[in-house]
């Protein structure tokens, strides 16, 4: 970080990174397109040779080439992220269970519901409530 704010006065160097950090930390597997670096540069108002030079020679991000081009992350980003992400898949499937349990609980209360209005029919005549005084 120290090369990065003595290379970039002004606190430029620090703010491409912490910039670039927050933005990955929004994008699906914290991974962003290096071909659409320019709209970065253009919605930051960074200039893209600065935002270039911190994603390529400092030891904050690394580059790869898969099926989808070449992406730019962060790993400190990933390793910082792993134990959200493994809570947020968690509570992804204890909200699942419980959705399942209480669908399961309202189709038992319904069925309880029926076999009562069932058992209760013959209570009523001629589609008539009967006085209940008390």
Excluded: C, W
Aim: charged share 30%; no cysteine; glycine share 4%.
């Amino acid at each position: 970080m120290k090369r990065a704010m003595s290379d970039f006065p002004g606190g430029v160097g620090y703010g491409a990174i912490v910039i670039l950090i927050e933005h990955l930390k929004s994008e699906p597997n914290y991974e962003y397109p290096l071909n659409d670096l320019d709209l970065l540069a253009i919605e930051f108002n960074i200039s893209l040779p600065i935002l270039s030079t911190i994603i390529k020679n400092y030891d904050y991000f690394d580059i790869k080439e898969d099926e989808n081009g070449t992406q730019f992350f962060s790993p400190m980003l990933i390793n910082l992220m792993i134990p959200y992400d493994e809570k947020v898949e968690k509570n992804r499937i204890a909200g699942k269970i419980s959705a399942k349990k209480k669908k399961e609980k309202q189709e038992q209360q319904l069925k309880q519901l029926e076999s009562f209005s069932k058992k209760n029919e013959n209570f009523i005549i001629n589609d008539e409530i009967p006085n209940v005084t008390f």
